[in-house]
């Protein structure tokens, strides 16, 4: 597979494989960053079930939450299948990216559920929410996502900073999907033993003040077991992480698989 790598500039965060439509690191227009989807562009092909999914960050944020969805072609819709949502931030166990130096940037990885539809170019979205108060989330607060259902209805203010990076993908599943009609998907954090959002009573696309910090020194997010009490309210529950922390090998969310595993990582 040829991927499209990106180019260097000063930013944030982008995906790596699937291959992403910019190169830029630092697109804050929603729901792609701005830039169309240029047909022109090879989608990067998936197979449905398990699924890793690479991206990497140029400027590194404490706490900042990630998410990864799908949509059936169109630049929205992501909302319906969200794949992972509040991914950790890499606070511990990753090194400091410096932004002119793009061999620096770090890289992460982790596994989705590809659901089973079949799509000759669906549009894979990677977010990066900005979660403090320089970006203007004071501590005690939360935000959402613009334009989704939880800023929509002004229940909860819109993060006044994300990043977005998206790629345009394939799926050789079973259930036909038309270009731009709604991509319903249900949750897969059950499968891949996802302590981080549902379980912990997260709401989807809704991130608080500094609430997801992460471990990745195992090559894959668990928490920061040295903030315990301060950590595990926000982003897990005490059930879920101390189960992962008693597994006997990697969480399936950190097993490779599919067309981007070798781009991902290596698991310590």
């Not at 794949?83 to 400091?96: A, K, T």
């Not at 079973?174 to 059950?190: I, N």
């Not at 698989?257 to 991902?264: E, K, S, W």
Request: charged share 15%; net charge negative.
């Amino acid at each position: 597979l040829a991927l499209a790598l990106a180019r260097g500039g000063a930013g944030h965060a982008r995906l790596v494989c699937p291959a992403p439509r910019s190169p830029d690191v630092g697109a804050k227009q929603g729901p792609c960053g701005g830039d169309p989807d240029d047909p022109a562009q090879e989608p990067t092909p998936l197979s449905p079930g398990p699924a890793t999914i690479v991206w990497e960050e140029a400027i590194y944020h404490y706490a900042a939450p990630a998410r990864l969805a799908l949509s059936s072609g169109g630049d929205e819709g992501f909302e319906g299948c969200v794949l992972l949502d509040h991914i950790p931030h890499g606070d511990v166990g990753l090194p400091l990216p410096a932004p002119r130096d793009e061999a620096s940037w770090v890289r992460y990885a982790v596994t989705v559920v590809i659901p089973d539809v079949r799509c000759d170019r669906c549009q894979l979205q990677l977010i990066s929410a900005m979660t403090d108060e320089i970006h203007g989330v004071p501590a005690g607060t939360r935000c959402a996502l613009a334009g989704e259902t939880a800023a929509a209805a002004g229940d909860v203010p819109a993060c006044p900073a994300v990043y977005h990076s998206c790629a345009p993908v394939s799926i050789n599943g079973s259930a036909a999907v038309t270009p731009g009609a709604p991509l319903e998907c249900g949750s897969a954090d059950a499968e891949l033993g996802w302590p981080f959002s549902g379980a912990a009573g997260q709401q989807p696309g809704v991130y608080a003040f500094e609430g997801d910090p992460g471990n990745w020194t195992g090559g894959y997010p668990g928490v920061m077991w040295e903030d315990y009490a301060v950590v595990s309210p926000l982003n897990a529950t005490a059930e879920a992480l101390e189960a992962l922390q008693g597994a006997a090998g990697p969480p399936a969310f950190a097993e490779r698989a599919g067309t981007c595993a070798g781009l991902a990582p290596p698991l310590a």
